[in-house]
């Protein structure tokens, strides 16, 4: 118990540093991408935190990668997920989830709890712990969170399931300011620590919230077509 204790104590001491150092580069300047969807605009910023993953999400954006993509896995109350090369050219229901060019990955740039998954959080795709324990990311493949509100008791019970893992290095608290954005805003606790986000909309969380409410099959393809038309860089960071 005394063990468990200290690295709880440890934890909270990380997790106060890393807001205080959060707090000293909220005014850099940050790189912002339009998605010129089916359903409208989403305007997202990228972290100046997460370096890797702005840049290569920038990249991405500037050689058309993501245009004419779909949105092809949608989860009511969850999440929206795009960037597999492979539904380009397929209808909807025709999308295989065969992961597209997945070559290499992006080494992970978790930064809980400055970045967490709040509603509207933009966040990298991944394969799972069996295989991918490094949580790299996919270089590609991105979600938007939607999510669901949390209260008290239910953020509780998600403290509680992190602190019944059974790796120790895997425990972490919610600090308050994220406890309230979860209770306010909604979101997904359950994905943090494990996850990269990297970026947050900040225009069109509505567009965000008709494209999770399509409906779906059972492999939660969504019925109707959702593209990404077009994407580009809407402003630079410098």
Request: glycine share 6%; charged share 25%.
């Amino acid at each position: 118990m005394n063990m468990k204790r200290n690295l709880l104590l440890l934890a909270l001491v990380m997790l106060a540093t890393a807001g205080m150092a959060q707090k000293n580069q909220d005014t850099e300047p940050r790189a912002e991408v339009t998605l010129q969807t089916t359903q409208g605009k989403i305007v997202v910023a990228l972290s100046n935190e997460t370096p890797i993953h702005r840049d290569n999400f920038l990249a991405q954006v500037r050689r058309g990668y993501y245009d004419g993509l779909l949105f092809h896995r949608i989860i009511a109350s969850f999440m929206i997920q795009c960037g597999d090369s492979t539904s380009r050219d397929v209808k909807a229901s025709e999308f295989t989830n065969a992961r597209g060019d997945n070559s290499y990955k992006l080494p992970a740039e978790i930064r809980f709890p400055q970045l967490f998954h709040h509603r509207g959080a933009l966040a990298a795709a991944r394969q799972g712990d069996q295989i991918n324990p490094e949580r790299m990311s996919s270089p590609y493949e991105f979600y938007i969170v939607w999510g669901k509100y949390f209260g008290p008791r239910e953020m509780q019970a998600e403290q509680d399931k992190v602190l019944a893992r059974d790796d120790s290095t895997r425990y972490f608290t919610f600090p308050k300011e994220v406890i309230d954005a979860y209770e306010i805003d909604g979101g997904t606790p359950h994905l943090d620590n494990e996850y990269t986000v990297f970026g947050e909309v900040i225009k069109g969380l509505d567009v965000v919230g008709q494209i999770q409410a399509t409906k779906t099959d059972s492999l939660d393809r969504p019925l109707k077509e959702i593209r990404i038309k077009r994407a580009w860089v809407s402003k630079e960071r410098l």
